[in-house]
């Protein structure tokens, strides 16, 4: 695959951000750029200790229902051999591509597994596999399907697949807790004004092509951003400033952090506790609502933690072993709450709240308690959601 094929898929990879129906589509092209026959995007639940394999995307060529069949009837298998993929997958930063032939088993064995005959019932045998977000394993996880007419990837696919899956793993973070349904524009229904999530199209030159009312919100009333005379968007202080400019105007900085995608996103406390507003930036090329976008257009999201958000702390529990009590210290701090407030608001000490958070810190890898609240609407933001065209 030449270099300007690849960077046409890597573009139409970060319009998925903005709508997620394109996902089926790109799984597509990026398995036939790596001479597979589909490719999935895997993602690991959990409910009274029994693990759960789901597939929110899948290549526009599966037939949906035999996937999701195919996926009850050989969960406990799969969840195997996803172990299998992140353990081979998971040993650096980067996003490495594994076939299962490398499993630690014969290649008859492999063959033998009653997931991988029914595989070859659909003419389908080998698989490749990696974890796309290193910082929550259990989801973001990517498979190639091959015909049975050949082995896995080869050395130069795998090589394709390598440049093209950090910008997967970053495009699904992004995108994660962005409604499906989102139209950026001039004219704005209830539904957008009330995005959790600032966000805004910005021009080659750092003009504001379109912004939400919440972005609009937060560059008015918090010490982040500030418009300059020009009408150029530009972060109020001088923290993180090349970061920023590298991200709006750099091309080879996006996908740069691999399998840590959180990595490249910009942190900025409002309180002492570490709650403030969380940035990321990634380019985009083409919306419905606005069509071909001048190039090197980026979209900018911002999440407030200061400010209230209805968080499914039952559904984060899904995919992390959170207790009761941590379920409902979570909930508070997405709406907001201090350490303090919860704690009089829970009737409980300080100490211990305190303590519940870094357990919450803890279980689900994150920094801080914006990179927490980030995270739990990621998991609580529906899949499948179809974008309505009127």
């Known amino acids: 695959m030449d270099a300007d094929k690849v960077l046409g898929l890597v573009s139409r990879i970060y319009d998925t951000t903005l709508d997620k ?26 409910s009274a200790g029994e693990h759960k394999i789901s597939c929110p995307y899948i290549s526009d060529n599966y037939d949906p229902v035999a996937v999701q069949g195919y996926l009850l009837k050989h969960n406990r298998q799969e969840i195997l051999d ?26 008859d064995q492999l063959l033998a597994q009653d997931n991988v005959q ?38 130069a696919e795998k090589r394709i697949a390598n440049t093209i899956l950090p910008h997967v793993a970053k495009a699904l ?6 409604n499906a349904s989102l139209v950026l524009g001039a004219e704005f229904g209830p539904r957008e004004n009330s995005l959790d999530f600032g966000m805004c199209l910005l021009s080659p030159k750092g003009f504001p092509i379109a912004t939400n ?46 399998a840590n995608p959180r990595r490249q996103s910009l942190f900025f406390p ?26 090197n257009t980026r979209l900018v999201t911002a999440l407030d933690a200061t400010t209230f958000k209805t968080i499914g702390s039952e559904v ?57 609240v980030q995270l739990a609407l990621s998991l609580a933001a529906p899949f499948g959601h179809t974008r309505n065209a009127g």
Request: with cysteine.
């Open 118 to 155: 029914d595989m070859m019932k659909f003419g389908l045998r080998c698989r490749a596999g990696t974890l796309l977000n290193k910082d929550a394993w259990q989801i973001d996880r990517f498979s190639l399907q091959y015909k049975s007419d050949r082995d896995g990837a080869t050395d």
């Open 270 to 295: 409002l309180r002492e506790d570490e709650t403030g507003v969380f940035v990321e930036i990634c380019p985009v090329s083409e919306n419905e609502a606005f069509g071909r976008l001048p190039p």
């Open 21 to 46: 129906t394109l996902w089926p589509k790109v799984l597509h092209d990026i398995a036939r750029a790596t001479g597979a026959s589909g490719a999935m995007v895997f993602e690991l639940t959990q």
């Open 173 to 178: 973070r992004i995108g994660r807790p962005l």
């Open 316 to 372: 984060v529990s899904r995919f992390f072993p959170l207790s009761k009590s941590e379920e409902a210290v979570l909930t508070l701090i997405g709406a907001g709450r201090t350490n303090r407030e919860i704690a009089d608001e829970r009737s409980r000490s300080l100490d211990t709240v305190n303590s519940q958070v870094k357990s919450l810190l803890f279980k689900t890898h994150t920094r801080n308690r914006t990179e927490l």
């Open 213 to 258: 009312v919440e972005f609009d919100r937060i560059v008015a009333e918090t010490s982040v951003f500030r418009i300059l005379t020009t009408g150029q968007l530009a972060l109020a202080g001088d923290v993180d400033q090349d970061r920023f400019k590298a991200l709006i105007s750099g091309e080879k900085i996006h996908g740069a952090a691999g």
């Open 82 to 107: 996803q172990a299998e993929f992140a353990r081979l997958s998971g040993v650096d930063e980067r996003i490495e591509l594994i076939n299962d032939a490398e499993f630690n088993i014969s290649q």
